[in-house]
């Protein structure tokens, strides 16, 4: 299985404020639907709270508590424990973990690929991204955002993978 992030981060590595996302960037949700469309989408129990529309359509969603008796609909899948994974998805599937802070340091050691988008903007928030290794990793795309007058901050799109 490989393993992916996919995430959006401020200046100062922000990633969520008050249950949600500290900016409105719909190009970065188009972005995130569109890497993520027809992929298995691993999350932690607030950021699938944080969807408006439950369970995002088109793919697997497994959300990660730590409560067994947590009601999601027939859909989804609920996981306690990380090792399990493997019951759901194949060998040659790529994962998206999607967050939050806690879910993406669960896979830290198993990630292979990181799809982020850099807003360069400093936000108020109450979560932030973990520290990574980069290191680790090579940058194998870069793409300028668009700035328009719905996406007023300046962004670009980043993907990583593992050396
Ligand atoms: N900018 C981005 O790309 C991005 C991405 C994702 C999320 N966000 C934002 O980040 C915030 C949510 O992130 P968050 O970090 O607060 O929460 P989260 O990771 O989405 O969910 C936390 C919950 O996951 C479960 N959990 C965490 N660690 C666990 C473990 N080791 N074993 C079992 N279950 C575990 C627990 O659920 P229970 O309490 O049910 O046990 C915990 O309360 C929101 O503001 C969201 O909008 C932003």
Redesign the pocket.
């Given at each position: 299985m490989i393993i992916s992030f996919?995430?959006?981060?401020d200046k100062n590595h922000i990633?969520?404020?008050?249950?949600?996302?500290p900016w409105s960037m719909p190009n970065d949700l188009k972005h995130f639907r569109d890497v993520t469309a027809h992929h298995t989408i691993v999350?932690?129990?607030?950021?699938?709270e944080?969807f408006p529309n439950g369970p995002l359509p088109n793919r697997l969603n497994i959300v990660?508590?730590?409560?067994p008796n947590?009601q999601v609909p027939e859909s989804v899948v609920l996981l306690?424990?990380?090792n399990k994974l493997s019951d759901y998805v194949d060998d040659d599937t790529e994962v998206m973990v999607?967050?939050?802070?806690?879910?993406f340091?669960?896979f830290k050691d198993d990630v292979d690929r990181l799809y982020l988008?850099r807003i360069d903007h400093a936000f108020d928030g109450?979560?932030k991204m973990i520290d990574l290794d980069y290191s680790k990793f090579k940058l194998s795309e870069k793409k300028e955002g668009i700035v328009d007058d719905k996406n007023i901050y300046p962004y670009t799109f980043e993907t990583y993978d593992k050396i």
């Open positions: 996919v995430w959006a981060e990633i969520g404020k008050d249950g949600t996302l999350m932690g129990r607030k950021t699938y944080s990660i508590s730590r409560n947590y306690t424990d990380k999607i967050g939050g802070a806690g879910i340091e669960m988008t109450d979560v």
